[in-house]
């Protein structure tokens, strides 16, 4: 079985990463074999030392923990998740990337976070474009952290009013038609999150399931050996 969880966005507060990481420990318990992550684990993840907080560095620790255990975690990136790539903390996950494909009980799935799926959406991809690339990787670990902290939360703020519009009404037609070319690749479920409202819907026979936001409803999604899917909670 495969636990996917999305959007827990620890790190609002200090020492809020306790129901997140009593779920990776649940999930194993009810016998995962592997764990998806499926973006913005955390309210912001600048992966560089110098911003790591008490909450990553027990994220990390359990990460590794679960590995060592052979329950392998996948880190699916979301639009809070910054450098991880190439990192001092890429090393805790099986992998780490914008997309995961896998198979369970002959359906393939797709797991993303739901950031990149409207490309016409141009202002917003040059601002991941430039948030993520190594360049502003470089500047981010010459500038304090509180300097650098603040420019994120900035940036967050005018992310947020341009996400709006997204957020209060879900883009169904961009999802459909996400889907739809991914259903032709021969996808037959595609998992998204990052939207905060569980949906679902079956789309020229394949299917998509926007998963609930952990960080609102403590729910996550197991996938079983036979392909069928399910949320369960703490
Ligand atoms: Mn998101």
């Known amino acids: ?3 996917v969880i999305a959007d827990s966005h620890v790190g609002r507060r200090p020492g809020d990463e306790g129901p997140f990481l009593e779920a990776l420990e649940t999930a194993r318990r009810r016998g995962a074999t592997g764990i998806t992550l499926l973006g913005d684990v955390f309210h912001f993840f600048i992966a560089l030392r110098k911003f790591e907080t008490p909450a990553i560095a027990a994220f990390l620790g359990a990460a590794r923990r679960l590995a060592a255990a052979g ?3 996948t880190y699916v990136e979301g639009n809070r998740d910054f450098f991880l790539r190439g990192s001092y903390a890429e090393d805790a996950f ?3 990337g914008d997309e995961q494909v896998f198979e369970a009980g002959g359906r393939r799935f797709l797991a993303t976070h739901g950031d990149l799926l409207n490309d016409r959406d141009r202002a917003y991809r040059f601002w991941r ?4 690339n190594r360049v502003s990787r470089a500047a981010a670990s010459l500038v304090p952290r ?16 341009s996400n709006f519009k997204h957020k209060t009404h879900l883009p169904v037609d ?6 739809r070319r991914r259903f032709a690749e021969g996808i037959d479920v595609v998992l998204l999150g990052h939207f905060h409202k569980p949906w679902s819907e079956t789309v ?10 952990f960080v609102e409803e403590r729910r996550w999604m197991e996938i079983g050996e ?7 909670g703490l």
């Open 226 to 232: 036979d392909g069928a899917t399910r949320l369960v």
């Open 146 to 161: 509180r300097a650098a902290t603040r420019l994120v939360w900035k940036t967050e703020a005018r992310l947020y009013r």
């Open 1 to 3: 079985m495969r636990a």
């Open 204 to 213: 020229n026979g394949g299917r998509v399931e926007i998963l609930p936001a």
């Open 174 to 179: 961009t999802i459909r038609r996400f889907a």
């Open 71 to 73: 329950v392998p975690i």
């Open 129 to 132: 474009f430039l948030s993520k």
């Open 94 to 96: 099986a992998a780490v």
